[in-house]
């Protein structure tokens, strides 16, 4: 198989359309610059576009690991596939094409649109088709989001393979200045046989029956693809980065040397002010913006690690679960430091979804596997609703080790945790439940009719069946 490195050529309606280049090359975005005006001005008005690319996920040869080729599966001849961007009012159309040897779907994980857009196991592409994913990005939505496969019993297969993308939703009134490096990262671990192919055990093997216990972990830690890239920072300066938890399993308690990040941002976008954080723990399917201020001294550099975070059951955790992990070097340029630039105190409203409205209260009861004692049967509702309703739901885990529990098309307000009311607001469409913990949010289901999964987002976990299935009407 040839191997592709650039992202396929995208038919682009739009010049702010960006499927940016494959995001390890850390590129300033073009697209940034294309809603400035000559002066460097943001421009504050932009009527909607229609953003169109080519997508399609096919076998691949690349080389992942050193010194070895891995075949994969991948979105236009890349892993990850290429960064998708749009604005709050755009329409996307997404003509994706399946050249896998199976049935797949894309997932556009957290993007509030249509049941029969969701990629969802409701809506399986064959092997050899195509599908027109069509949707238009709601105003209030901008954030980070992603894209991933989500056939019925085999998301976790196929993310293994290869496949997830990020998807960046902008706001043409972004408070933060538009001067900002951006930067997205997208983090994911994999493993890998002696040969370069990616280590995929048989379920009753040893190691099978513990990737489906803890959901699959691998030893080779990746942001963007490559292995402990170097991001460049010059002293005084602030970038701005968005990252996504890719990974199937792994939860990462990012931390930058001693330097603190300001966290402005989680699933669903901008937070209403900068939180001032030292570390800050991801899990699986969550998305977080921080700031990271360049306040080393030129020619210094600091590492981005994961420290141990403790999500296992005792007897499958792994032993090296206590050592911090080195993702990528942060590198200070020798030049001069710059004046760091004003960050606002106060980034955007997130108006509070009205508890006395909630009509029903759904409590989710997480055991090893399953939602209130049933696997998935996609032929059951387990949740029905009246479309435009508000409901509060309560997430309970039983057991030994933590559940990120995600819900699709809809996103939703943390209410507490464990009885604790949540210290801010924020958009989420993700929550991790650690082990014998609890989780309360609220939600209203909004626009769209349909039938939504709701799951755990270890993706093995997912596989066997620990999802459900909410029905708005
Ligand atoms: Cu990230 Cu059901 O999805
Ligand atoms: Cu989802
Ligand atoms: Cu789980």
């Known amino acids: 198989m040839r191997r592709k490195l650039s992202g396929a050529v ?37 009527s909607p576009r229609t953003v169109e ?47 896998l040897p199976e049935p797949t779907s894309v997932h556009w994980h957290g993007l509030h649109i249509p049941f029969d857009m969701d990629g969802s196991p409701f809506h399986p592409i064959a092997s050899g088709d195509s599908h027109d994913y069509i949707f238009t990005i709601g105003a209030g939505t901008a954030g980070t989001y992603w894209y991933h496969p989500h056939p019925g019993h085999n998301t976790g297969h196929q993310v293994a393979m290869g496949l997830y993308g990020a998807f960046v939703v902008r706001a043409v009134d972004d408070p933060l200045p ?28 040893h190691e099978g029956r513990i990737d489906a216990e803890n959901g699959r972990e691998g030893n080779v830690l990746f942001v ?26 792994r939860v990462y308690r990012l931390a930058l040397g001693g330097q603190t990040f300001l966290h402005i941002g989680s699933d669903g976008g901008l937070f209403e002010r900068p939180v001032e954080v030292r570390e800050i723990t991801i899990a699986n399917a969550e998305r977080v913006e921080l700031l990271v201020r360049g306040s080393g001294k030129p020619g210094e550099r600091v590492m981005l690690q994961a420290l141990p975070y403790d999500r296992y059951i005792p007897q499958t955790r792994p032993s090296d679960w206590n050592q911090p992990r080195d993702l990528l070097t942060l590198q200070y340029s020798s ?35 399953f939602i209130n004692g049933n696997p998935m049967d996609m032929k059951r509702v387990d949740v029905s609703a009246a479309l435009g309703a508000t409901e509060i739901w309560e997430i309970e885990n039983l057991v030994g080790m933590d559940h990120p529990f995600h819900l699709h098309g809809f996103r939703f307000q943390i209410l507490d945790r464990n009885g604790v009311p949540e210290p801010f607001r924020q958009w989420k469409d993700v929550v991790n439940v650690p082990k014998h913990e609890s989780a309360r949010f609220i939600v209203r289901y909004d626009d769209y009719p349909g039938k939504w999964m709701f799951h755990c987002h270890i993706l093995a976990h997912e596989d066997q069946g620990m999802m459900g299935v909410l029905e708005i009407r």
């Open 335 to 369: 030049a001069a430091p710059v004046e760091a630039p004003l960050i606002p105190a106060m980034l955007r409203p997130v108006p509070a979804i009205d508890t006395s409205q909630a009509t029903a209260r759904r409590v989710m009861v997480l055991t090893q596997g």
């Open 178 to 205: 538009a001067s900002l490096p951006e930067r997205v990262l997208i983090l994911s671990d994999n493993r890998f046989g002696p040969d370069g192919s990616i280590d995929l055990p048989a379920r009753d093997s």
């Open 224 to 249: 963007n693809g490559r292995i402990l890239p170097t991001i460049e920072i010059r002293s005084g300066e602030v970038q701005r980065w968005r990252i996504v938890n890719a990974s199937a399993a």
């Open 53 to 99: 690319v080519t997508l399609t996920a096919a076998p691949a040869r690349l080389s992942l690991v050193p010194g070895s080729q891995t075949d994969v599966f991948a979105y236009n001849g890349q892993v990850p596939g290429p960064t998708l961007e749009a604005f709050e009012g755009d329409t996307v159309v997404v003509h994706f094409i399946n050249q």
């Open 10 to 46: 995208l038919c682009a309606s739009s010049l702010l359309l960006t499927l940016a280049a494959r995001p390890a090359e850390f590129p300033r975005s073009a697209t940034l610059q294309a809603t400035l005006d000559r002066t460097g001005t943001r421009v504050s008005r932009r």
